[in-house]
């Protein structure tokens, strides 16, 4: 009991409550999403509004600052000793089930209407885009539908990673060392640059008018986020990886080396 502790500390969390962490997880998320987003709104009308420049509000302003940052120190922290195997699981499942959900219905929607012209599509696969060319009645009922699930199933998380970037490259500046920070920074331009070809080429091809449409160039663009992009996916994400090219390795060793013997 009296033997001297090293400087290494282990936070305990809610590691005792096995699967109820999921449960947890589902209610701090939120939690703090709203916290934080009510205390910015809060903030922002009273630096926005004149009529509220009173000692009140301003301790008010205070209140909501001292909280944001309060609940940033904590509850992150938090959620990450929460995000056990399962709730990854429920998260990928999650973004398979909303994938698969919305290009079903786009593309139930989209067929229960009637096509009238030529039945060619100048494309290398079946796109919507090229669908609603093809189209008898106005198909502005299906783009607006398409747009709303670019909205919240693209932007959204290109936001996401964005910010998530940005909290990233703040820890990097942190770092001690130069060469900390540089081999930081190339991890991450790499990345971010998967990310910049993925979504900017389906922004590109989403979002561009159908007047300024050209076959040749929308195929360009497709080409991309559907082949280019997987493509860098093994190359920057794992062998770029020490800890899988040392993996790589003792596979390789392990198995060949054994079967030499």
Not at 159 to 171: D, G, N, P, Q, R
């Given at each position: 009991?009296?033997?001297?502790?090293?400087?290494?500390?282990?936070?305990?969390?809610f590691s005792y409550?096995?699967?109820?962490?999921?449960?947890?997880?589902?209610?701090f998320l939120p939690s703090y999403l709203f916290a934080l987003m009510g205390n910015l709104i809060i903030t922002l009308l009273i630096k926005l509004n004149p009529s509220l420049h009173t000692p009140m509000y301003f301790f008010l302003v205070n209140l909501s600052v001292s909280g944001i940052c309060f609940i940033t120190s904590v509850i992150p922290q938090l959620l990450v000793h929460l995000l056990v195997e399962e709730v990854c699981a429920w998260l990928a499942g999650a973004s398979w089930l909303i994938g698969i959900l919305s290009a079903?219905?786009?593309?139930?929607?989209?067929?229960?209407?009637p096509f009238c012209g030529s039945h060619r599509i100048h494309h290398y696969f079946c796109t919507a885009q090229g669908l609603h060319k093809m189209l008898c009645s106005n198909p502005w009922k299906n783009m607006i539908f398409s747009f709303v699930v670019l909205v919240l199933f693209v932007?959204?998380?290109?936001?996401?990673?964005?910010?998530?970037?940005?909290?990233?490259?703040?820890?990097?500046?942190?770092?001690?060392?130069?060469?900390?920070r540089r081999k930081a920074f190339s991890t991450c331009s790499s990345h971010l640059t998967v990310v910049a070809l993925l979504y900017g080429s389906a922004f590109v091809s989403h979002l561009k008018p159908a007047s300024s449409s050209n076959p040749e160039h929308d195929q360009l663009s497709f080409l991309v986020y559907t082949v280019v992009t997987p493509v860098l996916n093994p190359i920057i994400y794992t062998l770029r990886n020490k800890e899988v090219k040392a993996a790589f390795r003792n596979t390789v060793d392990t198995r060949f080396g054994s079967e030499s013997v």
């Open positions: 009991e009296n033997q001297t502790v090293s400087g290494v500390f282990i936070l305990v969390g409550l096995g699967e109820l962490q999921i449960l947890l997880y589902l209610v079903g219905a786009q593309t139930t929607q989209l067929f229960s209407l932007m959204g998380p290109f936001l996401l990673i964005l910010l998530s970037y940005v909290c990233i490259i703040s820890t990097i500046l942190k770092l001690s060392t130069v060469e900390g």
